[in-house]
């Protein structure tokens, strides 16, 4: 599972569960985005759960991300913010990087409780605004030469299909 919180539903309704240690290589993964541009580059993490998504996503086969329509973007990064895993003591300087790089950051609070989101890894999340990413390899590079990040919410290269729910009904499928 992506989640603490995806493994929890599925045991409570008696679906098995396997982990990467057991089952390292998969056919197939399913799973949503928060947005995908015209070239299968997504943005995940809305859940806070990005880099279990993407280490997930990488050792499947193929990657099927379902959505609908309100998920497709000219460019990224124009309806929803780009997730950042950090280590919590490197808040000040990531925030620095992704104010370099064009975006508004804020550390995400918690809706129920006091204080920072926290992942399952027990990471903070950072949320970059961007007006739009131009260049999301660049920005993909930049952050993972950051001390301090772990991962992010940009899937690039990575799904191999995209199933978008149309208004009327019909799905189209983009393929890699």
Do not use: C, Y
């Not at 197939?28 to 809305?46: C, P, Q, S």
């Not at 279990?52 to 929803?80: C, H, N, P, Y």
């Not at 995400?108 to 999301?136: C, H, N, T, Y």
């Not at 009904?169 to 983009?174: F, I």
Request: hydrophobic share 45%; net charge negative; charged share 25%.
């Amino acid at each position: 599972p992506t989640s603490f919180a995806s493994e929890r539903l599925a045991r409570q309704h008696g679906i098995p569960v396997s982990t990467l240690d057991e089952t390292p290589e998969l056919d197939l993964a399913f799973d949503g985005a928060d947005e995908v541009d015209a070239d299968m580059t997504l943005i995940k993490g809305r859940g806070a759960a990005q880099t279990r998504e993407k280490i997930v996503a990488a050792q499947a086969a193929r990657f099927v991300v379902l959505v609908d329509e309100s998920k497709m973007v000219t460019r990224l990064g124009t309806k929803f913010p780009l997730p950042v895993e950090i280590v919590p003591m490197a808040a000040a300087p990531v925030m620095n990087v992704l104010r370099s790089l064009g975006a508004q950051p804020e550390l995400r609070m918690g809706a129920k409780k006091d204080g920072p989101v926290v992942s399952d890894q027990g990471l903070w999340i950072l949320d970059g605004m961007f007006d739009e990413i131009a260049d999301a390899r660049h920005v993909n590079q930049v952050l993972l030469n950051t001390p301090g990040v772990v991962d992010h919410g940009l899937f690039i290269d990575m799904a191999t299909d995209v199933l978008i729910g149309k208004s009327d009904g019909s799905v189209e499928h983009l393929l890699k």
